[in-house]
């Protein structure tokens, strides 16, 4: 993202503060939303196992959202923390509109090639 998209999707997120030993995510339930972590330690399982660590900076949740299965891993704070939270429905309206605009400058860039730049747009789309 470039900074007036991450602009636009900061202005959607919500900032809650984490307790120590609260569960973010549980493995195997739908997901709701995609989460930044602005401070603290988290940690993720899978099947009871630790597999990972989050802090400041790091993210998580995404993969549920874009391809719309469980969770994958449990998310537990391992200390107190900040998250911002981003819902489901506005994290693939972003993702949608990032994607359209990407197809945009793809199909202008192929209209510059001479032998490409009649074809309709609905072929070079998918190109």
């Not at 990032?98 to 009649?118: A, F, G, H, N």
């Amino acid at each position: 993202l470039n900074p007036d998209e991450l602009e636009g999707f900061i202005d959607f997120m919500d900032r809650e503060k984490i307790r120590a030993s609260a569960t973010i995510i549980t493995q195997g339930e739908a997901g709701d939303y995609f989460y930044v972590c602005e401070s603290g330690k988290f940690m993720y399982s899978v099947d009871g196992k630790r597999v990972g660590n989050a802090q400041s900076g790091s993210s998580f949740g995404e993969l549920a959202l874009m391809y719309n299965a469980p969770r994958a891993a449990t998310v537990v704070a391992t200390e107190e923390g900040v998250i911002w939270k981003l819902h489901r429905d506005t994290f693939r309206s972003i993702l949608a509109s990032k994607t359209s605009m990407q197809t945009d400058r793809i199909v202008e860039s192929l209209r510059k090639v001479d032998i490409l730049k009649d074809f309709p747009i609905s072929q070079l789309s998918r190109l």
